[in-house]
T-cell receptor, first 113, second 113 residues
Framework: DTGVSQNPRHKITKRGQNVTFRCDPI?????LYWYRQTLGQGPEFLTY????????KSRLLSDRFSAERPKGSFSTLEIQRTEQGDSAMYLC???????????FGDGTRLSIL | SQQGEEDPQALSIQEGENATMNCSYK?????LQWYRQNSGRGLVHLIL?????REKHSGRLRVTLDTSKKSSSLLITASRAADTASYFC?????????????FGTGTQLKVEL
């Protein structure tokens, strides 16, 4: 299966700790997106990359959040000094540019104790 | 605020019946997409309809788009228990860049045997 892969699937951590998630997109896709989804809501856009360039960041992405895509392939999302409100499912998607569907991974569920 | 709003929030039907879900949005769009999400999993792309299209079919799915009313509907015909999931519409806005998607809060569909 060459779909979008996210690791870890679940992360439990204490408030104040740093966490890092990884996303491996579909290899041919040059666009990569991060979304956050809380219970009972639809996903909310966080940021996206075209190749290695981070082209847009949502206002939801506070300065505790940082995302990278160093070689235009996999991406990491780091949250520093986690807070209770960071508990959510973090979803990664990839696509070709233009009017194309986005393909999602199964997400990383973050729980803050 | 949510760009797409699905209606109804929850729908329960018997296997074999048709299910119709509606989505309204606020801004001009490049395209509108429908996704399915099973509990605890990522989103699965169902169908993409471009702003210059009015109707699209894929298997048991039929999507309509009315840009004058800023609304879309998803029809699932001859539903099966396996169709039980949350369904989201997502818009790719003309005013935004990078084809980032704005999701609604979803319709929870339950198909009973």
């Amino acid at each position: 299966d060459t779909g979008v892969s996210q690791n870890p699937r679940h992360k439990i951590t204490k408030r104040g700790q740093n966490v890092t998630f990884r996303c491996d997109p579909i290899s041919e896709h040059n666009r990569l997106y991060w979304y956050r989804q809380t219970l009972g809501q639809g996903p909310e856009f966080l940021t996206y990359f075209q190749n290695e360039a981070q082209l847009e960041k949502s206002r939801l992405l506070s300065d505790r959040f940082s995302a990278e895509r160093p070689k235009g392939s996999f991406s990491t999302l780091e949250i520093q000094r986690t807070e209770q409100g960071d508990s959510a499912m973090y979803l990664c998607a990839s696509s070709f540019p233009g009017n194309q569907p986005q393909h999602f991974g199964d997400g990383t569920r973050l729980s803050i104790l | 605020s949510q760009q797409g709003e699905e209606d109804p929030q929850a729908l329960s039907i018997q296997e074999g019946e048709n299910a119709t879900m509606n989505c309204s949005y606020k801004t001009s769009i490049n395209n509108l997409q429908w996704y399915r999400q099973n509990s605890g999993r990522g989103l699965v792309h169902l169908i993409l309809i471009r702003s210059n299209e009015r109707e699209k079919h894929s298997g048991r799915l039929r999507v309509t788009l009315d840009t004058s009313k800023k609304s879309s509907s998803l029809l699932i015909t001859a539903s099966r228990a396996a169709d039980t999931a949350s369904y989201f519409c997502a818009t790719d806005s003309l005013t935004g860049g990078g084809n980032k998607l704005t999701f609604g809060t979803g319709t929870q569909l339950k198909v009973e045997l």
